[in-house]
């Protein structure tokens, strides 16, 4: 599976983007599907996720209520909606993909995901 990222760009605090994380080679229905991000001079972080196959996701503290994850199975597509942006939100964010369904307590870590893709940058203005 390979991952390419895109729907990075400028915009203002308050703002939104919708990233689009595009996968050549269909992913499986057991596959876990997530979003990273990582800022200038910090570590990667854990955004989103959710399965290849649908059902409940699972998301940051930090941008619950504000981001969304999905998917158009269709596509081969992954999206992360981001609403109410600030500053802070900042950062390279990549698409990541796992080959297996990983528990909750295993979302979060980078090292549980196999495929990534090339990341797209946000910057949030204030």
């Known amino acids: 599976v390979q991952l390419q990222a895109s729907g990075g760009g400028v915009v203002q605090a308050g703002g939104s983007l919708r990233l689009s994380c595009a996968a050549s080679?269909?992913?499986?229905?057991?596959?876990?599907m997530g979003w990273f991000r990582q800022a200038p001079g910090k570590e990667r972080e854990f955004v989103a996720a959710t399965r290849w196959s649908g059902g409940s996701a699972a998301y940051a503290d930090s941008v619950k209520g504000r981001f969304s994850i999905s998917r158009d199975n269709a596509k081969n597509t992954m999206y992360l909606q981001m609403n109410s942006l600030k500053p802070e939100d900042t950062a390279g964010y990549y698409c990541?993909?796992?080959?297996?369904?990983?528990?909750?307590?295993?979302?979060?870590?980078?090292?549980?995901?196999?495929?990534w893709g090339q990341g797209t940058l946000v910057t949030v203005s204030s």
């Open positions: 080679g269909r992913p499986s229905s057991s596959f876990t």
């Open positions: 990541a993909a796992a080959p297996r369904g990983l528990i909750l307590i295993m979302l979060s870590r980078s090292s549980e995901y196999d495929y």
